[in-house]
């Protein structure tokens, strides 16, 4: 307790709180398995059931995104999953599915088995990326979440350069059984990585709005140590009783007891305001049965990350016929390498632009380079076009993701931080799961050239509706 005293006091710098802990190390490795392993059997999936099981190409194509839609599903399940066994046994016990899942590809089951199988397999995948993402942005300090969640995003990015290149090479090379196996062995790393972890304090509360904010308070007490020697406890019983007096009368509470009367907000409080269109939207959905599984907060901007995905998902289903037909295939090979390399270069620094200067200034480039790194593409001749596209692309979608989940856990209170996590994912996989389906029915109609000067559009929306959102929001830079 003098400790936490003296760093309290005036003229006493209190350490700054460690980003590189053993649990953020460990979540951030089991997130880079778990998304080599999704991005390594994506790739080859399709011409898997093509050659193996002679399979249409429509039904072969739906056994990759059979995957895509397990995820979704379990992207509405894994918040009250967490909230009813906690985030550690559900996080161990995805990561072992996803171990013995992977392992059935090697068994050669019928098609309509590896359907079911992948099905199952998005599933644990979804409830795997939730979780952790839950546990390890939980354990990031609050004026570090921008450079934090920049640097575990780099485990995606990680993942899905080496994924689809060791996918493709060593299916092409060694056969489907060794890639499974390789996908089996990697998986199953993420299995001791769960069990290291060692998550933030216990924040899952059941029913009583009191009890939550009485946790809450006991948390940011306890985060911000003693705020003056002699008064800190008399205040924060004091402001407590208010809250809690407040909570049975359904108002809203102005602060936490931790921050009554100090100078500077504690970690717990310090995120970004809350918009006027955030709570219009809460207003509307937090009394519904959607509140169980939608945290309404971070709706405007997993929207706008939704749509950015939209756009991005054009380059998943038809970048390598469009580059093809130009006989820009051997560039096309290694786009997203290019493309991760941009990610995994701008990711750090763009988190910590986000943690000092807030959204606006990182954000708002990012969405123009989306969309010139569009325009790009549409109007390629050479490699060397394709590839500058690629680290444009790079750059903004990796931005608008990370700063995107920052923006969302730093408006979001530690006890509905899974459903926060939950939602932001639920919209990218929304953007990225219909993305093929309906420019499937646009392509044939206007061709690749123009299909990408619409994703530049959409990249455009994107950044407009942004502005938006961001326009309304109080005390944002």
Not at 246 to 268: I, L, Y
Not at 304 to 333: I, K, Q
Not at 437 to 443: A, E, P, S, W
Request: with cysteine; proline share 5%.
């Amino acid at each position: 307790m003098a400790s936490s005293t003296a760093a309290a006091r005036p003229g006493v710098a209190a350490a700054p709180t460690p980003l590189w802990t053993k649990s953020f190390i460990a979540g951030t490795l089991l997130n880079f398995f778990i998304a080599a392993n999704y991005f390594m059997l994506m790739v080859v999936m399709t011409a898997y059931a093509l050659s193996v099981y002679q399979a249409p190409p429509a039904v072969a194509a739906f056994c990759a995104s059979a995957f895509i839609v397990g995820t979704l599903f379990s992207r509405f399940a894994s918040a009250p999953l967490m909230e009813r066994f906690g985030r550690l046994p559900v996080l161990v016990v995805g990561a072992v599915l996803e171990v013995g899942l992977t392992a059935l590809y090697l068994l050669n089951e019928p098609l309509m088995a590896l359907i079911a199988v992948r099905f199952v397999h998005g599933f644990a995948y979804g409830m795997c990326s939730t979780t952790i993402a839950t546990v390890v942005t939980s354990l990031i300090p609050a004026e570090r979440k921008g450079e934090g969640i920049g640097y575990f995003m780099l485990s995606v990015t990680l993942g899905s350069a080496i994924g689809p290149f060791a996918g493709i090479f060593i299916s092409n090379n060694f056969g489907y059984d060794a890639l499974f196996a390789l996908a089996s062995i990697l998986v199953a790393l993420a299995v001791p990585c769960a069990l290291l972890l060692r998550p933030a304090g216990k924040t899952r509360v059941k029913g009583d709005e009191r009890k939550a904010l009485a946790e809450q308070a006991a948390a940011s007490d306890a985060a911000a140590g003693a705020l003056a020697e002699g008064s800190a406890e008399g205040m924060r019983e004091e402001a407590e009783a208010e809250a809690l007096e407040e909570a049975a009368q359904s108002a809203p509470v102005a602060e936490c007891p931790a921050c009554a009367g100090a100078d500077a907000k504690c970690p717990s409080c310090s995120r970004v305001p809350s918009t006027h269109l955030e709570e219009m939207i809460t207003g509307k959905v937090e009394h519904s049965p959607l509140a169980r599984f939608v945290e309404a907060g971070v709706l405007p901007i997993s929207v706008v990350c939704g749509l950015l995905f939209f756009g991005y998902s054009s380059l998943l289903t038809f970048l390598t016929p469009y580059a093809n037909n130009l006989g820009l295939g051997r560039a096309a090979s290694v786009f997203f390498v290019a493309y991760a390399l941009a990610m995994f270069a701008t990711r750090p620094f763009t988190g910590r632009a986000f943690d000092r200067k807030g959204p606006h200034p990182v954000m708002l480039p990012a969405f123009v380079s989306f969309a010139l790194g569009m325009v790009l593409v549409a109007f390629m001749v050479n490699d060397w076009m394709l590839l500058g596209a690629a680290c444009l692309l790079g750059f903004g979608v990796g931005t608008v993701q990370s700063c995107g989940l920052a923006m969302a856990v730093r408006v979001t209170s530690d006890a509905r931080l899974s459903v926060a996590n939950a939602t932001f994912y639920m919209l990218l996989d929304i953007g990225v799961g219909i993305g093929p389906i309906l420019l499937g029915l646009i392509v044939p109609l206007i061709g690749y050239s123009a299909l990408y000067l619409c994703m530049a559009a959409v990249g455009v929306m994107a950044l407009l509706l942004f502005l938006v959102v961001a326009r309304t929001e109080k005390g944002v830079r």
